[in-house]
């Protein structure tokens, strides 16, 4: 009878335990927290950091030794924020391949420490949906670095939280270019229709106009390309004249290419690509005088 109460009370025992851990952490992440906020070099500072940093060696080791891959994680989530804080740059923390349920506040902390994966792609959303506006550039930067190693399943899911949580004209073009990059251009198109409804500012009536030509384009629809890039230009967009005079070089016509690039060197924020097709509009064949101004 003994063993088999003891059997039960180690039993009780192992159940209860993973329930204590979510209190535990919630007390450290409320330490780390007035850490941050602590002087350097003060002894309050100085005594907060070694104490979380024996918890962060306890918890990794016991997380290891358990297999417990969520307990390695918040482990090695705060040792990056331990070397953040001490000065260091700590390198992104590797895909834990643990599905972890985050506690509030926790999602933001493991967002700026986690590298690429689906892991990051749950923390983005989690972090936005709890305070989106202070969090988008770090869901933006997560996103672009996605979109950029063409990880497009988890650039498109992050972009879309953002899109979400933080709608503007920058993060309907976002979700567009990886629509777009995936192939899916009515999604793409609906996005920017969308941004553009609610635009008022014509800056971003011009971008959101330039990708929706891009996602046009990207989909054989010249004409509908060729008419958002006017819209553009009409609006200021220089991109949209260096991308209308660059079609009409190719097109055979220099001097609407001649035209289009002429102005854009005049423009405030004059590109090197200007420059360039300018001088190959000159140069190309049919004009009557490559040499003539303007």
């Known amino acids: 009878m003994d063993g088999l109460a003891a059997f039960f009370l180690s039993a009780i025992a192992l159940a209860s335990a993973p329930a204590q851990e979510p209190a535990a952490w919630k007390a450290t992440w409320k330490d780390l927290a007035r850490l941050s906020e602590t002087a350097p070099g003060s002894p309050e500072r100085d005594r907060l950091w070694r104490a979380l940093d024996g918890i962060q060696v306890d918890r990794e080791?016991?997380?290891?030794?358990?297999?417990?891959?969520?307990?390695?994680?918040?482990?090695?989530?705060?040792?990056?924020?331990?070397?953040?804080?001490?000065?260091?740059?700590?390198?992104?923390?590797?895909?834990?391949g643990a599905r972890i349920e985050f506690m509030p506040g926790e999602a933001w902390l493991a967002l700026q420490a986690l590298g690429p994966g689906p892991t990051r792609v749950s923390a983005t959303r989690a972090a936005l949906a709890e305070d989106a506006r202070p969090r988008s550039d770090r869901a933006r930067e997560v996103a672009e670095e996605d979109e950029r190693d063409l990880h497009l399943d988890w650039a498109v899911d992050e972009a879309r939280a953002l899109r979400e949580h933080a709608p503007d004209p920058r993060s309907a073009i976002l979700l567009a270019q990886i629509l777009r990059m995936r192939g899916e251009h009515d999604s793409a198109a609906s996005v920017l229709d969308e941004a553009l409804a609610s635009a008022t500012v014509r800056a971003d009536r011009a971008e959101l106009l330039c990708e929706r030509s891009s996602v046009h384009a990207a989909a054989g629809a010249d004409a509908l390309a060729t008419s958002d890039l006017g819209a553009a230009l009409a609006s200021g967009s220089i991109e949209a004249g260096l991308r209308l005079a660059a079609r009409a070089l190719t097109d055979g016509e220099p001097s609407r290419a001649r035209s289009l690039y002429r102005s854009s060197t005049d423009a405030s924020a004059t590109r090197p690509s200007a420059w360039r097709g300018y001088g190959l509009a000159l140069l190309a064949r049919n004009s009557p005088n490559p040499l003539a101004q303007d």
């Open 61 to 96: 080791w016991r997380g290891h030794k358990g297999s417990d891959r969520a307990e390695a994680l918040r482990a090695r989530v705060l040792r990056y924020h331990l070397s953040r804080l001490s000065g260091s740059a700590p390198r992104p923390i590797a895909e834990p």
